[in-house]
């Protein structure tokens, strides 16, 4: 019988550029997969069924590519194009499709793709920012402009803000998981308003009024790409004070920072997502 393979898919970033790769984590290996057909950095990716699509970024605003290991024309096939130009955005998987949220471009307009409908709009300029998911809606998590805001929002528009972090950070890491059965918002890392680079991680049960602080990274990173699986959040990459890229992938467990494997190329401002494989597995 063929294993089905829990894995981390990364894709892109500065000085990785069109490289991707695959890090599972119950065995800490990663392989490199077959590469982009051009840079991306600031882009998102997401799953839709079991299939990574990623969207947009600084050199590819528009273009969105679908990963397709079985498709005649190549790897990495074109999946749709976006309406507006957008880099620095967010991303969610909803029950409508692939909304992406924000970034460069306008800054507080949506659109679904493919099917570019059912758009609602951002209540502020949301850029840099690092969104979660939770079930129907979405928490979006800082941003250059809404450095402490964490706001809420489903397919209709804003539901509501959530307590403010105690700490503004754009550019920054973000994920959750459950304790007791409640769900812990995560943020860590990136840059506050004066682009000072952060480590600090602080944190906000569901329900609770107030963030409060976690054990911070081992070093400060900002522009990492984060996966929140196995109930825990994983920190793959991104950059360091002196700014140069990372290859650590961190997961977090509500506790403390555990080093828990290498990426195969160091990159910032990259995307990476959680993907189940049959046909991959790193070995």
Known sequence: TTQATEGIFIAGGEGAYTSTELFIP?????????????????HTMDTLGNTPVLCGGLYTRTSCLHFTPTSASGVWTNYATMLEGRYGHTSWVSSAGLVLMGGYGDGTT?????????????VELTRHACAIADKDS???TGGEYTMKVVARYNLQG???NLPEMTQGRM???????????TMVLV????????????????????????WTTA??????????ATVSMNNQIYILG???GDYNERAEIMAFDGEDWKEVGQLQKARGCHAATKIVTTDINCD
Request: proline content about 5%.
């Open 26 to 42: 119950h065995t800490g290996k990663s392989c490199s997969l077959p590469d982009l057909p051009d840079s991306r950095a600031y």
């Open 215 to 224: 054990k911070s990274l081992p070093r400060t990173l900002y522009g990492m």
């Open 110 to 122: 949506t659109e679904i793709v493919p099917s570019g409908g059912g758009n609602f709009s951002l």
């Open 158 to 160: 804003h539901v509501e």
């Open 138 to 140: 979405t928490i979006i």
């Open 187 to 210: 943020v860590a890392g990136g840059m506050d308003d004066d682009y000072n680079h952060l480590s600090s991680t602080e944190q906000l049960t569901m329900g609770g009024t107030a």
């Open 171 to 181: 550019v920054h890491g973000c994920g959750s998981y459950y304790s007791g059965g």
């Open 238 to 240: 991104g950059w360091d």
